[in-house]
């Protein structure tokens, strides 16, 4: 995958002066990013010490001189704003993937997600809808945009509970059901949530994922 080679790329380039990398990265890469991880530390001898977290606050973080060596971004914006006030090196910022967000339900649900699509947020079963926080994480504010690009928003925003990253959102839905999440679903992770289930992609906003260097 050309982002995983471009994640080595950064972290090989980064100027350690001991034997531990501190990562920040999206909650989003959960799954992908400690396999990742365990394969460079195997191949390099460098120990990564890794924070998964939103986006947003990673980016707050950074400006007030957080020691991450690499900021992996699920927003494009987040590590360009930190190469333009000099937090980032200069032209570090790379994209390296793609993703979309997805509905997701208990697996014990009824609700007809593939015949109903965001509609089935209308439902009068869905009490709950677990997205991330919006004001921090990207996926929350794409799981907005996808609920008012479908016109149901404004009807079940009162039903919204906001997680502090994409990982709470999820667990949300695992541990409150019935619950209905929106919510970003990469295509591994279906088979690690044993009592979710990924429906779909939503037409919701694609979402550009950038990777940032040390800083200056």
Request: charged share 20%; aromatic share 8%; with cysteine.
């Amino acid at each position: 995958m050309r982002w995983l080679l471009g994640f080595f790329c950064v972290l090989a380039a980064t100027p350690v002066q001991a034997d531990q990398i501190n990562v920040a990265a999206a909650s989003d890469l959960n799954f992908a990013i400690k396999e990742i991880i365990q394969q460079f530390e195997g191949e390099t001898g460098h120990k990564v010490q890794l924070t998964l977290g939103s986006s947003g606050n990673f980016y707050a973080q950074i400006v007030n001189g957080a020691p991450f060596d690499v900021f992996l971004s699920a927003d494009l914006n987040y590590p360009r704003q930190l190469e333009k006030a000099g937090r980032a090196v200069p032209g570090s910022t790379f994209t390296y993937g793609v993703g979309g967000i997805a509905l997701w339900v208990p697996k014990t649900s009824k609700i007809k997600l593939e015949a109903l699509g965001m509609r089935a947020l209308l439902e009068p079963s869905v009490r709950k809808i677990a997205i991330a926080n919006p004001e921090y994480a990207p996926y929350g504010r794409a799981a907005v945009a996808a609920m008012q690009k479908a016109g149901v928003y404004d009807l079940v925003k009162s039903k919204l509970v906001l997680g502090e990253n994409i990982s709470q959102a999820a667990q949300f839905v695992q541990s409150a059901p019935p619950m209905s999440g929106s919510l970003h679903c990469r295509s591994r992770c279906p088979s690690r949530c044993n009592e979710r289930e990924h429906i779909g992609r939503s037409r919701g906003r694609v979402i550009r994922h950038s990777s940032r260097g040390p800083c200056c």
